[in-house]
């Protein structure tokens, strides 16, 4: 495994330059591109990392997998009413299905589904940022993860898309909280702190049929497992889940931070981080690196 990880990073660090690190969230534009990291994590415990794999990155959209699997816990099917679990087709961050399809969000790994579900969580919990901090610590075992406030608060002072696609969704009576609140707990999900080796830990639950063996838990069954990686294989990557399907043919998640995290059910979850994006919002090298493995490795879904 070492030897393909040094060919991986061999083949992947020449292309930063050709992308661009996300600047909408001015906080997140002051990021290093020159970084690269990986990190395998085995359902026997075995990790494997090259490059920048212990650097602590924003996970941005990544989060959206952890506050839907908080809310898959805690409400069931009673959610999809409130969010569909069809691909978009669109980028992350578009408002025009949402008026088409009357506030229901095609899915919740764009941001208007990741908002609804936020506002689910909000029902649900007292602190529901709090909630989901301590829900990270203990599925990646690292007690130090923290969100950065400075992106945080960066990203709501910039919070004009978010804001419109949740009161457009309020308006049509699917979104039960303070807006403003809800962009809080969203954002500051959002600028939680990660590294690879935190993040292919913290997912390697959905490799493993739903249990985490750091904290010995189950914590989803097997079937809502297999029902969030459904999810994440045809919406994880946005407009670009088809080509990564493509590509790399596994579950995976991306974040604007440059993280991309990917399953292999049964065996691995890998964590791929460098910031430089794509066109698509996804991470330029990630998207390389990840392709290469599965192909080296022969990992697919499909
Ligand atoms: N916090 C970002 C936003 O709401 C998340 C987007 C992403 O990572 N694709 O715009």
Redesign the pocket.
């Known amino acids: 495994m070492d030897q393909i990880l040094k060919e991986i990073q061999a083949l992947a660090l020449p292309l930063i330059g050709q992308g661009k690190v ?1 600047d ?2 001015p906080a997140l534009a002051k990021v290093s591109a020159k970084q690269f990291g990986i990190a395998i994590y085995s359902n026997k415990g075995e990790l494997f990392t090259i490059g920048d794999a212990t650097t602590n990155f924003s996970i ?5 997998v952890f506050s839907l699997t908080l809310s898959m816990k805690h409400f069931g099917a009673g959610m999809w009413d409130k969010v569909g679990r069809e691909p978009s087709g669109q980028p ?2 578009s408002l025009v299905q949402l008026e088409y399809e009357a506030g229901v969000p095609r899915n919740p790994f764009i ?1 208007a589904g ?1 908002l609804v579900v936020s506002d689910m969580n909000q029902s649900r919990f007292v602190s529901p940022h709090y909630a989901m901090k301590t829900f990270i610590r203990r599925l990646s075992g690292n007690q130090e993860v923290q969100s950065d406030h400075k992106v945080a608060n960066s ?1 709501y002072e910039f919070r004009s ?2 804001a419109a696609m949740a009161y457009l969704m309020k308006s049509f009576d699917n979104f039960d909280n303070d807006v403003e609140e809800v962009l809080r707990s ?2 500051s999900n ?2 939680i702190r990660m590294s690879c080796v935190d993040l292919a830990k913290a997912f390697s639950f959905l490799a493993n049929k739903g249990y985490c063996r750091h904290s010995d838990e189950q914590v989803l069954t097997e079937q809502e497992t297999k029902q969030v990686n459904a999810l994440m294989a045809t919406s994880g990557l ?1 407009d670009e889940a088809g080509n990564f399907a493509y590509r790399v043919g596994l579950p995976g998640k ?4 440059g993280g991309i995290v990917a399953i292999v059910p049964d065996q691995f979850s890998v964590c791929v981080w460098s910031p430089e994006l794509n066109k698509a ?1 996804n991470s330029l090298a990630g998207m390389a690196a990840l392709e290469t493995l599965s192909q080296k490795i022969g990992w697919s879904v499909f």
């Open positions: 996300a909408y969230i941005q959209s990544i989060s959206k992350f961050n941001n990741a990203e898309r978010n969203y954002f959002c600028a946005y991306s974040g604007v931070g919002g």
